[in-house]
């Protein structure tokens, strides 16, 4: 016999999947006033930091197995970020909660790269929910970068940190600090 508190679960996958399909055509549609009011008061997550995540709700948080002394082991091996990357299961459905929390208007999963703050190839955790956030794929803040451009930044961090020009956790702190400015912080930009 099924139980409700196992149907329970299933059910709002099903509906947050076809919700997520539904609205998969529609990036960026202007959203109306009403749907605009309930994300606001949904939204946990501010959107004020954009390029950035909110530091409250995505501080970032660090893989313990990954230090100074490890680098060569780890995050320096061809492969290892694959290696460690959790499945797209489980970062979908977090993608599709965090981006009801941070209240955006376009739910397209499709708009969004649920990106660990601290990259995998920085010694970033794979799983913590602290350390993913739903980043937009377009251009946001006053900046106008995109998580195309963080994705730049950290192959420049991570190249730097293998090369032993700069040391793991000043990485990690210029780029949960500020990631648009963490190279010239470092010196490398």
């Known amino acids: 016999m099924l139980r409700a508190h196992r149907i329970a679960p299933a059910v709002a996958t099903v509906v947050l ?16 006033a009403a749907a605009h009011t309930r ?4 939204a946990t997550c501010s959107q004020a930091y954009l390029p950035l995540p909110d530091p409250s709700c995505t ?15 780890t995050i ?8 460690i990357r959790p499945s797209t299961t489980y970062t979908n459905r977090l993608k599709v909660q965090q981006i009801a929390q941070y209240g955006y208007d376009d739910t397209s999963t499709a708009d969004y790269e649920e990106d660990h703050f601290i990259p995998l190839s ?3 955790n794979p799983t913590d929910p602290k350390n993913l956030w ?6 946001t803040g006053t900046s106008g970068q ?38 010239s912080v470092l010196g490398l930009g």
């Open 122 to 124: 920085l010694g970033g």
């Open 39 to 42: 994300a606001a008061l949904d």
């Open 59 to 73: 501080p970032g948080a660090t893989n313990p197995d990954v230090t100074q002394d490890t680098i060569d082991s």
């Open 146 to 183: 995109s998580s195309t451009d963080k994705d730049t930044v950290e192959y420049k961090l991570y190249r730097a940190v293998c090369n032993h020009q700069v040391n793991l956790v000043p990485a990690q702190q210029a780029i949960t600090t500020d990631w648009t400015t963490a190279l």
């Open 17 to 32: 999947a076809a919700a997520a399909l539904a609205t998969a055509g529609t990036a960026h549609a202007a959203p109306t």
């Open 76 to 83: 320096c091996v061809a492969g290892y970020s694959t290696s």
């Open 134 to 139: 739903p980043q937009p794929r377009y251009a």
